[in-house]
Nanobody, 122 residues
Framework: QVQLVESGGGLVQAGGSLRLSCAAS????????MAWYRQAPGKQRVLVAE???????NYAHSVKGRFTISGDNAKKTVYLEMNSLKPEDTAVYYC????????????????WGQGTQVTVSS
């Protein structure tokens, strides 16, 4: 089974920076995309940033210009550099990966990990 482990969260002041890391393990023939999501209390889990295997990125409007996603499909790692953090960025952050278990498979997502808490104080 594919497992995801997020790390790097913590408490930071508004305007500060934080770098999140995610390590994926398990059998994956190929990765189509890696992404970060977040879920604030009382809110649904939403996509924050996505990085495709071709190197294209997508960002939620709320984080565009402040967050940067990077990673290495071969190493099955993904990072999220967060700058100019705001209190509204407070959430549990999760990573995920869309991958193919076999070459002919349809891309699927891995089971969710535990996430890492990011708290931004004002």
């Amino acid at each position: 089974q594919v497992q995801l482990v997020e790390s790097g969260g913590g408490l930071v002041q508004a305007g500060g920076s934080l770098r999140l890391s995610c390590a994926a393990s398990g059998s994956m023939f190929g990765i189509n995309a890696m992404a970060w999501y977040r879920q604030a209390p009382g809110k649904q889990r939403v996509l924050v940033a996505e990085l495709t295997s071709a190197g294209y990125t997508n960002y939620a409007h709320s984080v565009k210009g402040r967050f940067t996603i990077s990673g290495d499909n071969a190493k099955k790692t993904v990072y999220l550099e967060m700058n100019s953090l705001k209190p509204e960025d407070t959430a549990v952050y999760y990573c995920n990966v869309r991958y193919r278990k076999f070459s002919a498979d349809t891309a699927i997502m891995a089971p969710w990990g535990q996430g890492t808490q990011v708290t931004v104080s004002s």
